[in-house]
């Protein structure tokens, strides 16, 4: 579980990054446990669509088949190209994601979308790991 300045710090950088790609904060709950974000919904039939749900789906997701149905080739071509300007745009306003995966990029009426920015920091500034060669 997210403490108040962990959320507070996702969501300013969320704030910062406005862009048509990322969708917008609508504003922070505080009030009790848990703590949250609201932001503006995408997705489809009221269900949110991340690219993992869409490539690992089973027949029981009727609302994910009608989604992966309908996209082609050229679609999968604009979603990825609304994530290359999503990330871009993070880049050139000084953050990195540090956590893009399959499971934080939502699909929406044919784009895609960048979530879950609770791992983001400042460009000038990234994590960094050890790694041991074994």
Known sequence: ??????IMKEAHIMQALAH???????????????????????????????????????????TIQNVQ?????NEWLIISHDLTEALSHIHTKGFLHCDLKANNVLVSNKHGYIIDFGKACDSSFPPT????IC
Request: glycine residues 4%; contains cysteine.
């Open 129 to 132: 790991k050890k790694y041991s």
């Open 1 to 6: 579980m997210q403490n108040t300045t962990e």
């Open 20 to 62: 048509k790609n990322i969708p917008t904060i609508i504003g922070v709950q505080l009030q009790k446990q848990p703590i949250s974000l609201t932001m503006e919904f995408k997705g489809e039939n009221n269900t949110s669509v991340t690219i993992s749900k869409l490539l690992s789906c089973q027949k029981n997701c009727a």
């Open 69 to 73: 149905s309908s996209l082609i080739t």
